[in-house]
């Protein structure tokens, strides 16, 4: 029997190289959702675990001279079988994303990040590993000053035209269609 692999849960994560749209780029040249999380933090302990499991942990590149080499794992966001939970959390409360939605995850500011990866283990060609798959996430925007002022500003949808009531000395030219202003 194949041993159970748990969630791994990480509060306050840092994610990098978000592609939540898919879009087809030099190192996602199949245009799969996913982004990758930092483990730098985490217990290392666990991360060893993780890896002797068959979790593909990944390290930073080195870029200054006595910097250390930071853990990562890459997580693949997924519709086909059981949808993520998806929560995008503003001044206004709390929005459910769905997939035709979860794009604008690329390309808001991140506040706390508290997410949820599931494990799922895979085999091919006599190789086997873990692959993490996103169960859940929580993301707190970091609105700046006027997303707040004018947070209570209600909406116009683009695609509807603009309702505009006419005035007292406005009348509509019944015959053309045309609203004709008396000056």
Same mark, same amino acid.
């Given at each position: 029997?194949?041993?159970?692999?748990?969630?791994?849960?990480?509060?306050?994560?840092?994610?990098?190289?978000?592609?939540?749209?898919?879009?087809?780029?030099?190192?996602?040249?199949?245009?799969?959702?996913?982004?990758?999380?930092?483990?730098?933090?985490?217990?290392?302990?666990?991360?060893?675990?993780?890896?002797?499991?068959?979790?593909?942990?990944?390290?930073?590149?080195?870029?200054?001279?006595?910097?250390?080499?930071?853990?990562?794992?890459? +997580?693949?966001?997924?519709?086909?079988?059981?949808?993520?939970? +998806?929560?995008?959390?503003?001044?206004?409360?709390?929005?459910?994303?769905?997939?035709?939605?979860?794009?604008?995850?690329?390309?808001?500011?991140?506040?706390? +990040?508290?997410?949820?990866?599931?494990?799922?283990?895979?085999?091919?060609?006599?190789?086997?590993?873990?692959?993490?798959?996103?169960?859940?996430?929580?993301?707190?925007?970091?609105?700046?000053?006027?997303?707040?002022?004018?947070?209570?500003?209600?909406?116009?949808?683009?695609?509807?035209?603009?309702?505009?009531?006419?005035?007292?000395?406005?009348?509509?030219?019944?015959?053309?269609?045309?609203?004709?202003?008396?000056?």
């Amino acid at each position: 029997m194949a041993a159970q692999h748990k969630n791994i849960e990480i509060e306050g994560a840092e994610i990098f190289f978000r592609n939540f749209a898919g879009k087809i780029e030099t190192f996602n040249p199949n245009g799969y959702r996913q982004f990758c999380v930092s483990l730098d933090g985490q217990d290392p302990g666990l991360i060893e675990q993780m890896q002797r499991d068959g979790w593909n942990i990944k390290f930073s590149k080195v870029r200054e001279e006595g910097d250390e080499p930071r853990p990562y794992l890459q +997580v693949k966001v997924s519709y086909k079988v059981k949808p993520p939970t +998806v929560i995008m959390i503003t001044s206004k409360g709390r929005t459910a994303l769905d997939e035709s939605m979860i794009e604008v995850l690329d390309w808001v500011d991140l506040g706390n +990040v508290d997410l949820i990866v599931q494990p799922s283990r895979w085999s091919m060609n006599g190789n086997t590993g873990i692959k993490g798959y996103l169960k859940a996430i929580y993301v707190t925007i970091e609105e700046n000053r006027f997303d707040r002022k004018y947070a209570d500003v209600p909406e116009i949808e683009f695609n509807k035209p603009l309702e505009i009531e006419a005035g007292p000395a406005d009348y509509i030219d019944e015959i053309e269609g045309e609203v004709v202003y008396d000056d």
